[in-house]
């Protein structure tokens, strides 16, 4: 089945960058589709109805093969990139391919598998092998987003927070959910489908940075009997800073072509491993 649906791409954008620069840390990036409520957590029936949408929204991407525009902005800088991204849908197993916006220029190709991320620079005809506990996504950009979070976002999917103990309906487009260590408000727009959300440590938002996240542009695809909403424009917002993914034909739940994850076995099998 063909839909269409957002992909996530500016956490590997970060990562094959610096790597090639060879001054990033990395970030465990586990991504759970599932949130459980603690023993005793309590909610309304129309909040626990709005909190299991979510999560079936969630859960409907399984894979996904896309292009997409990607573009940060800060008061400093903008940075444009193209990017073709596959990926499975909880973002374990991921593979972007960067290229230079103009001229469309191959930049890097970084692949991250459930332990390890490969980047290959093209350029060069080398690549670099690096723990994927060991990342830092915001080191290049300096802006610095939870990876969990970034990732749920950047897929389109609505972040839940980890051990959440209960939820509260602000309003009828409003839902509040809080978890251990982190808060957020779901934002629903008119036909029900999340329009957005804003994220921040507990403890309220003088307790930290806050995110906000918009999904726009959703366009319907898939078979008659099967057809599914997805946000074509995802942006995410920290103070003036800003990722904003721009997303053309995306395939997804597809069948993902055998070798993709393993390139160093193929493609680049002449790259020089510089670590």
């Known amino acids: 089945m063909k839909r269409t649906f957002v992909v996530p791409v500016m956490s590997c954008i970060c990562i094959g960058i610096c790597m090639a620069a060879g001054s990033c840390a990395v970030r465990k990036t586990a991504v759970r589709d599932n949130v459980e409520l603690k023993e005793g957590a309590r909610g309304s029936a129309e909040e626990n109805i709005l909190l299991a949408e979510i999560q079936e929204y969630n859960r409907m991407l399984t894979s996904l093969e896309g292009e997409a525009m990607v573009v940060y902005r800060d008061p400093e800088r903008t940075l444009s990139f193209r990017s073709a991204v596959v990926a499975t849908g909880d973002a374990s197993v991921l593979r972007l391919d ?140 920290s103070g003036k800073k800003s990722l904003e993914i721009r997303y053309s034909v995306v395939t997804v739940n597809g069948e993902i072509k055998e070798g993709v994850f393993t390139p160093e076995d193929t493609e680049f099998s002449g790259y020089k491993k510089q670590n």
């Open 98 to 237: 960067l290229d230079e916006f103009v001229f469309r220029t191959p930049i890097a190709t970084v692949v991250k598998t459930q332990d390890e991320v490969y980047t290959y620079i093209h350029p060069e005809k080398t690549y670099f092998v690096t723990p994927v506990d060991e990342a830092d996504f915001g080191t290049f950009l300096g802006f610095e987003v939870p990876v969990r979070f970034l990732f749920h976002s950047l897929l389109g999917r609505v972040y839940l927070p980890q051990e959440s103990s209960g939820s509260r309906m602000i309003d009828e487009r409003h839902l509040e959910i809080k978890g251990r260590a982190e808060e957020e408000i779901v934002r629903f727009g008119p036909k029900g489908l999340p329009e957005g959300l804003e994220y921040h440590r507990a403890g309220g938002p003088e307790s930290g940075d806050i995110y906000r996240v918009n999904f726009d542009k959703y366009e319907v695809s898939g078979s008659a009997s099967d057809q599914q909403p997805f946000p074509m424009v995802v942006t995410v917002k």
